[in-house]
């Protein structure tokens, strides 16, 4: 059987290629921006962050305590490896002078927090 000749705008792909895409919905506008931050009281900044400086200092109170004595009694115990010594003087020498220095600095970070 011969093709009959259809014409192009009677095909289907000459009516696919006559549509026209849908047009896209209109965009809104954008929301107004606020120029101004919310109003608050003059006092709560300045409460809070020394409420923050408060808290971190008594955080440091523990690592104000520990890491002296820690570093200390460790470069001790180094210094004993080092020099052979049998009694561990600088170990021993190395806490009790971490603890007094902790110690120290604990009471001047806790004296800061009073004020």
Not at 32 to 43: A, N, V, W
Not at 83 to 91: K, P
Request: aromatic share 4%.
């Amino acid at each position: 059987m011969p093709e009959e000749s259809v014409p192009p705008e009677m095909s289907a792909e000459g009516q696919l290629a006559s549509l026209e895409p849908p047009k896209a919905p209109a965009v809104p506008p954008p929301p107004p921006i606020r120029s101004e931050l919310p109003k608050r009281d003059r006092m709560e900044a300045p409460t809070a962050l020394r409420a923050y400086r408060r808290m971190g200092l008594a955080y440091m109170v523990p690592a104000s305590l520990m890491v002296p004595i820690v570093l200390l009694t460790v470069l001790g115990s180094w210094l004993d490896g080092q020099l052979a010594s049998r009694e561990q003087v600088w170990t021993i020498g190395g806490a009790l002078l971490g603890t007094v220095i902790g110690f120290v600095h604990m009471i001047r970070t806790v004296r800061s927090l009073g004020r």
